[in-house]
């Protein structure tokens, strides 16, 4: 996949993590987006390291989609965790 694809899977994975942990986030849509391509790395890595499978196969896959969801999920909820210590 290229960097465009990333970036749009990273996105739309951030927007379903949001979706699927709902509530009040100290930052905004920018921050969601960045950590929704992050969590669309991580989960790759931890797919393919936990598994020993190639969890990025294309932009239409599965896979692809369930680890970065995954991987934006558990980047959200750390996000949180550290964000709302600093804050309270």
Avoid: C, N, Q
Avoid at 21 to 43: E, F, S
Avoid at 51 to 69: N, Q
């Amino acid at each position: 996949m290229g960097i465009i694809g990333w970036i749009l899977l990273g996105l739309l994975a951030g927007i379903i993590a949001k979706f699927l942990m709902p509530g009040r986030d100290p930052g905004g849509i920018i921050v969601t987006i960045l950590i929704g391509i992050a969590g669309a790395l991580l989960g790759g890595w931890l797919g393919k390291v936990i598994f020993g499978v190639d969890s990025i196969d294309g932009f239409f896959e599965i896979s692809t989609w369930v680890a970065a969801i995954v991987g934006s999920f558990i980047l959200l909820a750390l996000y949180r965790l550290v964000a709302g210590r600093r804050h309270s």
